[in-house]
Nanobody
Framework: QVQLVESGGGLVQAGGSLRLSCAAS????????MGWFRQSPGREREFVAY????????NYVDSVKGRFTISRDNAKNTVYLQMNSLKPEDTAVYYC????????????????WGQGTQVTVSS
């Protein structure tokens, strides 16, 4: 079993920054792909970014490219999402997840999920 705990969400003005963290515990391994997803009211959960086990392969949804940066520290079993130049449309609950299936933008490929952290961007 794997537990994921996100932190770092909050309220920020448009143009501001936040850094999300996700700490994994339990049967963790650095051999997992880790990803971030988000969901806003009335919308389906959306892929944001993933990072491979080595950190050498990273993928972002187009809407966050150039503004968000995903990274990981395998020694700490932690993945980060640095979010800059935030926009009101980034407002959502952000979830981290682990996939044992490999690199994927699909939520169905992820085995374990955190409880989510709210990010609210005011205009």
């Amino acid at each position: 079993q794997v537990q994921l705990v996100e932190s770092g969400g909050g309220l920020v003005q448009a143009g501001g920054s936040l850094r999300l963290s996700c700490a994994a515990s339990g049967r963790t391994s650095s051999s997992y792909t880790m990803g971030w997803f988000r969901q806003s009211p009335g919308r389906e959960r959306e892929f944001v970014a993933y990072i491979s086990r080595s950190g050498s392969t990273i993928n972002y949804v187009d809407s966050v490219k150039g503004r968000f940066t995903i990274s990981r520290d395998n020694a700490k079993n932690t993945v980060y999402l640095q979010m800059n130049s935030l926009k009101p449309e980034d407002t959502a609950v952000y979830y981290c997840a682990i996939s044992s299936y490999g690199l994927s933008r699909s939520s169905s490929a992820y085995d374990y999920w955190g409880q989510g952290t709210q990010v609210t961007v005011s205009s």
